[in-house]
Every structure is written in C-alpha cells, then in structure tokens.
C-alpha cells in the first residue's frame, strides 16, 4: 500500500497497547498525533529516536501533541522497552503488520545483500480531525523531537 501524504486522511487502525489495551486511530479523534513508526524495540537508532521523543515529550505536549510509537514488536517487548527507558508515551505492538501496511512502511529492505521485509522508519503528524499534517521520511532518530519542532516553527 502507498504510503499518505500530507492533506489525506489518515488511515484508521486497531490494535493494542504495550499495556494489552485496545486502541484505535477514532478513538483518538480530537487530539494530534506523532505517530512514528520504527523497526525494532531496544536497537540503536530505535532506541535514540524514543529518548529523544521522551526527552522531548513535554515541549510536543505543550504544542497539543500526543506520541504514539507503532513497531511489529510484542506487548511485553514494548513494556520492557518502556521500562528499560523511562518511555512516556504509548506504544502499539502491531505483531500482524498491519498498521504499518495501512500506513505503506512495510516493504522490502535490503542488508548486507540479504533481502527482508520490515519496518521504514517514518513520522506521520495526525491533526484532530484524523488528516495527515506532515510527513517525516528522513527522520534523524538523535534528534527527531527537535526535527518535529523545528519543522513546526518555520
């Protein structure tokens, strides 16, 4: 599935929460959303790009932000993700791909010659009304809060 682009709507979703809760996109109607998705709990830049969305959390709170990390990772792995980290914000464990097929960042990746399916790394910012408002691809994971804000104060 093609990835949305900023003026669509967003594609509406369910899945479940690191706590076992259920969630969906239209139970979030009336809040923004960073909903940022990334390939694995406890990796490098994975890692980074949550510290600095929890280093940054109270500023894109202020803003009217609220941040919601989507990975194929289970429930467990995101608590103990959470944990290990001081995370602040919700987790989804989508384990059947498909919130990140209905979001097009499932796709073929290449390492080392290996060819897998797996996770592009990608922020979509949700207003509340569920339309996309921007769309980050190149996501620098240091420092990913402060790309988010800066590319809210030009």
């Known amino acids: 599935m093609a990835k949305p682009k900023a003026g669509e709507m967003a594609p509406d979703f369910r ?3 690191q ?3 259920p969630l969906a996109l239209a139970d979030l109607r009336g809040q923004r959303i960073i909903l940022y998705f990334y390939p694995k709990d406890n990796t490098s830049g994975c890692t980074l790009e949550a510290k600095s969305l929890r280093d940054g959390k109270a500023e894109l709170t202020r803003m009217g932000f609220r941040i919601i990390g989507v990975s194929p990772d289970s429930e467990r792995s995101h608590r103990n993700f959470c944990a290990k980290h001081d ?3 919700t987790l989804i464990a989508d384990t059947d791909h498909s919130v990140c097929e209905a979001y097009g960042v ?3 990746k290449s390492m080392y ?3 897998y399916m797996g996770v592009v790394r990608t922020t979509f910012v949700i207003d509340a009304e569920g339309r996309i408002e921007r769309v980050f691809e190149k996501v620098d994971t240091a420092n990913h809060y402060q790309q988010i804000l800066d590319a809210y104060k030009q």
Do not use: H, M, Q, V
């Open 15 to 17: 899945s479940t929460t």
């Open 19 to 21: 706590d076992g809760e």
């Open 87 to 89: 995370l602040n914000f």
């Open 106 to 108: 499932w796709a073929e």
């Open 113 to 115: 010659g290996r060819k």
